[in-house]
């Protein structure tokens, strides 16, 4: 639930993820885009 509000927020989709990238078995990584 608060994973989807911050997707909300910094205007990403869970199918085209640009800062939130789930990591399967592990968790949610947070990703600079300009890397």
């Known amino acids: ?3 989807s509000w911050l997707r909300r ?3 990403e ?3 085209e993820p640009r800062y ?3 990591v399967r ?3 949610v990584k ?3 885009p300009g890397s």
């Open 9 to 11: 927020k910094l205007g």
């Open 13 to 15: 989709s869970a199918r």
């Open 30 to 32: 947070l990703v600079d």
């Open 25 to 27: 078995g592990v968790g």
């Open 1 to 3: 639930v608060h994973l």
């Open 20 to 22: 939130l990238h789930t």
